[in-house]
T-cell receptor, first 116, second 110 residues
């Protein structure tokens, strides 16, 4: 069965510090991978998605970047955090281009980031 | 701009009642539809998917789809306090991206 791992669960970082959040998927190959952010009491905001190694699409221009160095690894980064980067960061996967769009997404457990 | 609309709530229902959650979408070409449940502080969990017009039942949950009206709903029978959560509607228009609504907060009181 497929599993998705996301860490760390919580993170408190000072303004101006760097960020690296990691997400890995097991039990599948060539998944589509997604990074979402959810501000307190708000909906899901798609930040980045990837359909393959090195292929990153950015949905919202901002202080963040994403990379996919391996097939089942997706990393969210920032060089200098802003207060507005605080939120609940969620990684998700779905079957890749040859998979089933009807499958939906499976989310990781999330990282709660507080920038102070 | 493809959109998915949900009433933010809260929708308050007594324990044992039927909770009805509604969602409308703008893309007439949408092909698959999903309901996620998100408990406070947790990540969304897929609870129902539906692809064809009509009803789909899974335990206490029933998803209803009407493509002509661009409307999808989730019924929760015999609502329990443990059903209290935010319910997210998501729609796939045949691409690799789901479009999520902002969610409806459900409160089930004893």
């Amino acid at each position: 069965s497929q599993t998705i791992h996301q860490w760390p669960a919580t993170l408190v970082q000072p303004v101006g510090s760097p960020l690296s959040l990691e997400c890995t998927v097991e039990g599948t190959s060539n998944p589509n991978l997604y990074w979402y952010r959810q501000a307190a009491g708000r909906g899901l905001q798609l930040l980045f998605y990837s359909v393959g190694i090195g292929q990153i699409s950015s949905e919202v221009p901002q202080n963040l970047s994403a990379s996919r160095p391996q097939d089942r690894q997706f990393i969210l980064s920032s060089k200098k955090l802003l207060l507005s980067d605080s939120g609940f960061y969620l990684c998700a996967w779905s079957p890749g281009p040859n998979g089933d769009y009807n499958y939906g997404y499976t989310f990781g457990s999330g990282t709660r980031l507080t920038v102070v | 701009q493809k959109e998915v609309e949900q009433n933010s709530g809260p929708l308050s229902v007594p324990e044992g009642a039927i909770a009805s959650l509604n969602c409308t979408y703008s893309d007439r070409g949408s092909q698959s539809f999903f309901w996620y449940r998100q408990y406070s502080g947790k990540s969304p969990e897929l609870i129902m998917s539906i692809y064809s017009n009509g009803d789909k039942e899974d335990g206490r949950f029933t998803a209803q789809l009407n493509k002509a009206s661009q409307y999808v709903s989730l019924l929760i029978r015999d609502s329990q306090p443990s059903d209290s959560a935010t319910y997210l509607c998501a729609v796939n228009g045949g691409t690799d991206k789901l479009i999520f609504g902002t969610g409806t907060r459900l409160q089930v009181f004893p």
